[in-house]
């Protein structure tokens, strides 16, 4: 790639600098970085949600609801991002933490520190908000962020760049320890991937493509946030009401973001009665279901109720549709989940705790529920402040990426002449 070539490797080289001042910088001034941030964002609201209209207004008419809700913000919402940078603000900061220390026998002093992981770049696709998070993260983990928005939010996502390079300003930081490209071309993002002397770590947050085209690009380390396909088990002995209720809300409350559910399991003992109730509650938010063979016959006549295909388990609608599979035990539900989930957030409802508890040991995923809703696995509802996504690999970093997983460790030793023999 030649196209900008130069102005790129400027910014890299810009990146690499402040990342080295970062290093050291006094956790005071980082935090007042993002109280500032969080004043001013609530300041020129008016302008994140003009430009916010004007991304919604150029979308095509075939987007989707669940797609345009991934892109608006609103009040409410930039409320809540002024919050997570307050509670960013507001957390220990994780910087020279000290995780481990010993003395050796021949005097040595080792103790093993937290430290930031350097340059990290971003790639996300149509939520703005997630800006915002990430910069919080990155910055208070003293770490540079380059971050690579989807073309759909390019005007918020350029106002929320001024404003978080406003607040470094404010604090005497280089603007340059956030990179925030508005540039769509793909071309550059490919480029990007290329720099590992200048990158350390990249963080892809979206769909299957885009994951593929990171781990098929990349040349350095990635922490990955993959898809969501998530379920919720419904054991015999369920709190029926009580599951309807975690379902709808796993489904409905937002369904266009990776911990909602896509697929639900139920025991066949309860079946009849529970899918009843479940498919009562859920017309009501206008869900398509997309079922076994056994759900069907027990919603039949139901419009809304269609036979699953051999791909419908394994697909994650991000959307107001779901699977539904009828099973005979805890062991066949388990067996689902291990054969066509993503390893994100599973949920169980039962009363009793050792069926809950086995559920637990035996799912390979980032978040196990036990009676509640997987909406849960996210950063801020966590007390993390934010996150950079969700990640569903297990080097490093499980779960939401939020402070101290935006860190590693190293160490430093202490001597007073000694030498190995």
Known sequence: MTKNLAP????????KAAAQQLRSADTGRKNAVLLEAARLLDQRKGQVLAANAEDLNTLAADAGDAFRDRLLLDVPRIAQMVESLGQVAR??????????????????????????????LMIFESR??????????????????????????????????????????????????????TDPDRKLTEFLLEQASYIDIVVPRGGDALIKFVVDHARMPIIKNDRGLCHVYVHEDADQP?????????KCQRPGVCNSL?????????????????????AASKVEWFGDAESVQLLKGQSDVHAATTTSFDTEYLDLKMNCRVVGSLD?????IEKHGSRHSESIITKTEAVAREFQARIDAAAVYWNAST???????????????????????RGPVGLRELTNTRWLIDGTGQIRK
């Open 332 to 336: 066949e539900a388990i067996a689902h």
């Open 375 to 397: 909406r849960f696995t996210d950063g801020f509802e966590l007390g993390l402040g934010g996150e950079l996504g969700i990640s569903t690999q297990k080097l490093h970093v």
């Open 128 to 181: 703005p908000n997630v800006a915002v998070e990430a910069f919080s993260l990155a910055f208070k983990a003293g770490n540079v962020i380059i971050l690579r928005g989807g073309k759909e939010s390019m005007r918020t996502t350029a106002v929320l760049y001024d404003i978080l390079g406003d607040a470094l300003e404010s604090q005497g930081f280089d603007r340059a320890a956030l990179w925030g490209i």
């Open 8 to 15: 790129n490797i400027a910014h890299l080289q810009a990146a």
């Open 242 to 250: 009580m599951a309807v209720k975690i379902i709808a809300n796993a």
């Open 91 to 120: 957390l220990e900061d994780p910087v020279n933490e000290e995780v481990e220390r010993k003395t050796l026998a021949n005097g040595l002093l080792v103790r093993r520190l937290r430290s930031p992981l350097g340059v990290i």
């Open 262 to 282: 896509e697929t639900v399991l139920v025991n066949r003992r309860i079946s009849r009665d529970f899918l009843t109730r479940l498919h009562e509650r859920l």
